[in-house]
């Protein structure tokens, strides 16, 4: 209910700031920044308002208590930064490989998602813009959605194993592409092992922040 | 430069290829100061100019 209502509102916000930008929606050309940062910031409304809404009824209504979100010590950060970039550009790119021996297009089929969210963003304050939407708010909002409520309720009705594949997919799914998907699935999976072994949301939102970072910086840097 | 007014995508390329679409030529030096219009992208292909990894973004 709340991804709908995230997704509904990302549509409607992307949709006005598109008009405002002269952006033509449904367009491959690149997002223009306020597109982005008005899409995810809809998408992050209703997650939130789910994450908050369920912690009222069914916890103690503290995000932090309820799903996890916390980090025990600056080693989170660092350890799940690290994992964050081992897992974008060595673990996927090494899942990935054999079928782009078959598909020599894979590669860039696998970036273009990240191409157009990023292409649009020139200079300094653009990017900037871009990491504390895609690198800062998304990691925080979409592992308290998908690890700290998704997750922690599958636990309870699920083994562990197929909690976090089931959370992962999910992820993945809400992502809603296609070539991308078994990577988002795997990184999902990834961040869900996370977030059960350590009890925490902390570790996770470093490696999703990790991940994004080095996407936009390496996308912005190689334009 | 090669470019498509629809897709808003610009390409630099060393040779490009006649039926690639718009087009006009451009020195070294201009083609290095080229910044695409806000909203666009720019992909340079040019020999030398090396590609980032294949990223994704979650």
């Known amino acids: 209910m709340g991804f709908a209502v995230g997704l509904l509102l990302a549509i409607i916000a992307s949709s006005l700031a598109a ?6 929606t449904g367009s491959t050309a690149a997002l223009p920044v306020a597109v982005t940062v008005a899409d995810v ?29 916390r980090f025990a010590s600056p080693l989170d950060v660092v350890a799940g930064g690290a994992i964050g970039v081992f897992c974008q550009y060595l673990l996927i790119p090494a899942v990935y490989w054999p079928f782009e021996q078959i598909f ?15 292409g649009a963003a020139h200079g300094p304050f653009e990017v900037t813009v871009l990491l504390l939407a895609l690198a800062a708010g998304a990691p ?41 998907f078994g990577g988002l699935a795997l990184f999902g999976v990834i961040l869900g ?26 996308l912005a840097h190689f334009r | 430069m090669t ?13 490009p290829s006649p039926a690639a679409g718009a087009q006009w030529g451009l020195c070294e030096a201009h ?22 990894p294949a990223s994704l973004v979650s």
Request: aromatic share 8%; proline share 5%.
């Open chain 1, 193 to 218: 092992v996370l977030a059960w072994r350590t009890g925490r949301l902390g570790p996770g939102i470093a490696a999703h922040a990790g991940f994004n970072a080095v996407a936009v910086i390496s």
């Open chain 1, 104 to 118: 020599p297009g894979l590669a860039h089929s696998l970036s273009s998602p990240a191409h157009q969210e990023t």
């Open chain 1, 41 to 69: 910031a809809g998408l992050w409304v209703g997650l939130l308002a789910a994450a908050a809404v369920a912690a009222r009824q069914h916890g103690t209504g503290r995000l932090g208590r309820d799903f996890g979100l």
């Open chain 1, 19 to 24: 008009q405002a930008v002269g952006y033509k």
């Open chain 2, 31 to 52: 083609a290095g100061r080229t910044q695409p219009p806000m909203g666009w992208s720019e992909i340079d292909r040019r020999a030398g100019r090396s590609e980032p």
């Open chain 2, 3 to 15: 470019y498509d007014y629809a897709a808003r995508r610009v390409w630099l390329d060393d040779h």
């Open chain 1, 140 to 180: 925080v909002v979409e592992e308290l959605f998908f690890r700290g409520l998704v997750l922690r309720g599958l636990l309870g009705r699920l083994p562990v194993p197929a909690a976090i594949v089931v959370s992962a997919l999910a992820f993945a799914l809400a992502h809603f592409e296609a070539v991308q």
